[in-house]
């Protein structure tokens, strides 16, 4: 074999598919800005306490409705609260729900659309079925049912509990929130997903080294986890990517309409909600909450359009 | 009982293997759940492979090479059915086999190689997790022992920079040296038969050579079966020790290779080794290349009689309908067999079909 007289180390090193995604996605300038703005609100949402200059909480009566200024720098409320610290708190509860939101609605859809996309037949039926009611239902219709049908119910059993067994859990009223908001958007944002990988295994289930793989002999597992699945990953981080900033403007309309996180627990959304009351006397009260989701959901925007580039190289130009 | 394919088959024995058959196939027959009912698309065929022989099986597109082998393993599409015959292999009925016995012989027992290497390895997964993955499953091989075996498997496949390639991804290597890494994972438990399936149809003609050597010497060491699936019969020459030529889902001639080149019998076979261009020293002047005229029948849409019949040169009156059984051809070398009323003469044909022969 002439070939073989090859030195190893000629060899270049290997190059995996994702560092050469990750070359191309570096050279897209806007995916990097989003990606930035993205790392910031990560950076601030995770160490929020540390970086609040007073308590989102704590009231000031001899300061309301300040403008900006060096001790407040985005001013403060009708109820003399740090503005700066709300929109960083807010920037914890968005961060929190999206990503909880759309991990959820991703693992529901990955498991569905895979099973459906994999087996057909009257799974895939019932499956595409499901996404089809589910689609059919106005989402903000079903999270004000869900919310004023269950969280009384919630709320009353909580105190119930509380009363018998005095464990103090059952009194943070957060969670109730937090629990029916992400079951809520977890419930109405699975299709996209399921209907996404299913497409995404039926054209995958007839690849060559799919027929390989079980002309191997392995196992119907191991060919969906280990050949299939990841081949579909691509089109996913896209969509969850723009998945992540659709879930952040959700959780905010929701506040915004009072049937999402409610007061004190600040959010972008209920902020907005309070600033739109006084804007014309007081427009930084709107203005700063508004201008931060609009980055957010930009910054996603803006990183999903690159990573779609990054991994479908032949997709552009 | 017969389940009795659309077409009597000859029951007329073959002159006996002289190495014990590692797969004998009985009646093989294979059906497509189409939007008009049920058709035939694989039509009874009989063959045998012996232990450490390689069989060519060649034909036109569409004429059920690969389906007929992939039927063998339970690899067909959701709307493809094997519907009679047997299959023995090993001691077992692999149309009988359960799901999980066929999972342990596919890759186990009987390895596979595809025709298109640039699209048969998981771009995703470095080439030394595809080789180790069936040794770990059927093997129960531990990880570090599964990638020594696979390196030691690229070396055996001539794979330049063996170990070093390991933790390659398949889009790094060449056509050819992907299809060596084909090989190695058709190869990695030490199957008893290799099918190969157009190994080499995807690659350039140097490439082809390479392979097709690599394969007569692998098969020379580790002494395994063959088969070779091809619409190429200038390719098998060197490398086969008996051809089965396929015509619409039919075995239409069966001949050890020397026969085969030396007396082509069918019609059919005929028309595919003139339609193989030569080099002539006269390049200015030369000869249009012979085809054979039309294309195979639609399944579902067969001829009654010989399904050649409608393209043959050689068409007798009885070709339309009655079906030429397979018979040992009258006159020529022991082993070669013939499905072709102009060959065999109409009389022997009725005369087999008769229950009592």
């Not at chain 1, 996605?25 to 970086?51: D, E, Q, S, T």
């Not at chain 2, 569409?62 to 001691?91: D, E, Q, T, W, Y």
């Not at chain 2, 082509?264 to 005229?293: N, Q, V, W």
Request: net charge positive; glycine share 8%; aromatic share 6%.
């Amino acid at each position: 074999m002439t070939a073989s007289a090859v030195l190893p180390q000629a060899i270049e090193p290997p190059v995996s598919l994702w560092a050469d995604a990750w070359r191309r996605l570096a050279r897209n300038k806007l995916a990097m800005v989003g990606l930035a703005l993205i790392a910031v609100l990560l950076f601030v949402a995770v160490f929020g306490p540390w970086l609040t200059p007073y308590d989102f909480l704590s009231q000031n009566i001899d300061a309301r409705n300040l403008a900006p200024s060096l001790a407040h720098p985005l001013g403060t409320d009708d109820l003399g609260r740090d503005v700066l610290s709300r929109v960083i708190y807010g920037a914890r509860t968005a961060t929190l729900v999206a990503i909880v939101v759309t991990v959820i609605a991703m693992v529901i859809g990955i498991v569905l659309g895979a099973l459906a996309g994999y087996f057909g037949g009257w799974l895939d039926a019932a499956v595409m079925w499901l996404t089809d009611v589910t689609m059919s239902i106005p989402n903000l219709l079903l999270v004000v049912v869900i919310n004023t049908s269950l969280k009384p119910r919630l709320a009353n059993w909580m105190e119930a509990q509380y009363l018998e067994t005095l464990n103090p859990i059952y009194r943070n009223s957060i969670w109730i929130d937090f629990i029916l908001v992400f079951g809520s958007m977890a419930l109405i944002t699975w299709p996209p997903y399921a209907r996404l990988v299913r497409a995404q295994v039926l054209s995958i289930r007839n690849r060559p080294y799919v027929t390989a793989a079980r002309a191997l002999g392995l196992p119907t597992w191991t060919i969906l986890t280990r050949y299939i699945v990841p081949n579909a990953v691509g089109p996913l981080i896209v969509a969850v990517s723009a998945g992540l900033g659709t879930a952040m403007v959700l959780e905010s309309a929701f506040s915004f309409l009072g049937v999402g996180v409610n007061p004190p627990m600040p959010s972008w959304g209920n902020m907005i909600s309070d600033g739109l009351r006084v804007w014309q006397h007081y427009p930084h009260l709107l203005a700063a909450p508004a201008i931060v989701l609009g980055l957010a959901t930009v910054a996603f925007s803006f990183l999903g359009d690159g990573l779609n580039d990054a991994l479908n190289p032949r997709g552009t130009k | 009982m017969n389940a009795a394919p659309a077409h009597p088959v000859a029951a007329v024995p073959e002159s006996a293997p002289a190495r014990p058959p590692i797969l004998s196939v009985d009646g093989l027959t294979v059906e497509i759940d189409g939007r008009y009912g049920a058709a035939t698309i694989v039509d009874g065929i009989s063959f045998h492979v012996a232990e450490g022989e390689t069989l060519g099986v060649v034909g036109e597109s569409g004429c059920g090479k690969s389906l007929s082998m992939m039927s063998l393993v339970g690899l067909l599409p959701n709307r493809i059915k094997v519907v009679g015959g047997s299959a023995r292999f090993g001691g077992k009925d692999l149309i009988k086999a359960s799901k999980r016995e066929l999972r342990a012989i596919r890759g186990g027992e009987i390895g596979f190689v595809f025709q298109d290497p640039m699209t048969s390895l998981n771009p995703v997964m470095r080439i030394g997790e595809q080789l180790m993955e069936p040794l770990i499953y059927h093997r129960g091989m531990k990880r570090a022992e599964a990638r020594k075996r696979a390196g030691d498997l690229l070396r055996l496949v001539g794979l330049p920079g063996a170990e070093a390639r390991l933790d390659n991804y398949p889009h790094e290597l060449s056509g050819g040296m992907r299809q060596r890494v084909m090989i190695a994972i058709g190869l990695a438990c030490e199957p008893k038969l290799l099918i190969a399936d157009e190994p080499t149809t995807a690659l350039d003609v140097t490439i082809q050579a390479q392979i097709v050597d690599l394969v007569k010497s692998l098969k020379a060491r580790l002494g395994m079966s063959v088969i070779w699936i091809t619409h190429d019969l200038a390719l098998l020459a060197g490398l086969v020790d008996r051809v089965m030529v396929l015509y619409a889902g039919t075995v239409a001639e069966d001949a050890p290779v020397d026969a085969l080149y030396a007396e082509p019998l069918h019609p059919y076979t005929r028309g595919l080794l003139a339609s193989i261009p030569k080099l002539t020293h006269e390049g200015d002047k030369a000869e249009r290349l012979a085809s054979i005229g039309g294309t195979p029948p639609e399944p579902g849409r067969r001829p009654k009689g010989c399904p050649f019949a409608p393209r043959c040169p050689a068409r007798l009156a009885v070709c339309d309908d009655t079906m030429p059984p397979l018979l040992a051809a009258a006159g020529a070398r022991p082993g070669h067999r013939v499905a072709c009323h102009a060959v065999n003469g109409a009389d022997r044909a009725i005369a087999a079909a008769e229950p009592a022969r």
